[in-house]
């Protein structure tokens, strides 16, 4: 069955970083486009970035614009997000997502099959 299991999650003071890794298993990673999404409490979950099945693309939500990259590794079958001048307002629980639609990058949840169980970022400031 597929898995995804996010790591890298923790505790951190505003403006430092953080590396949030997602450990794809049980699908065949180059194929799928892979996303980040948080939901902090209270909220709804929402889009944070998204790559291409080759790397070649990405997207961000304006709030992260500048200050989050998202990459991947196809040979060990794992995404990241990197997380620099990070505020208290990226507190929030970081779901590592899978789609089988590769013809764009989907910035909506209900595009993305495929969810791992999520890893709590929380940033004091």
């Known amino acids: 069955q597929v898995q995804l299991v996010e790591s890298g999650g923790g505790l951190a003071q505003a403006g430092n970083s953080l590396r949030l890794s997602c450990a794809a298993s049980?699908?065949?990673?180059?194929?799928?486009?892979m996303g980040w999404f948080r939901q902090a409490p209270g909220k709804e979950r929402e889009f944070v970035a998204a790559?291409?099945?080759?790397?070649?693309?990405?997207d961000y939500a304006d709030s992260v614009k500048g200050r989050f990259t998202i990459s991947r590794d196809n040979a060990k079958n794992t995404q990241y997000l990197q997380m620099n001048s990070l505020k208290p307002e990226d507190t929030a629980v970081y779901y590592c997502?899978?789609?089988?639609?590769?013809?764009?990058?989907?910035?909506?949840?209900?595009?993305?099959?495929?969810w791992g169980q999520g890893t709590q970022v929380t940033v004091s400031s």
């Open positions: 790559i291409s099945w080759s790397g070649g693309r990405t």
């Open positions: 049980g699908l065949t990673f180059s194929t799928y486009n």
């Open positions: 997502a899978a789609t089988a639609f590769a013809m764009a990058l989907s910035t909506s949840a209900t595009r993305y099959q495929y």
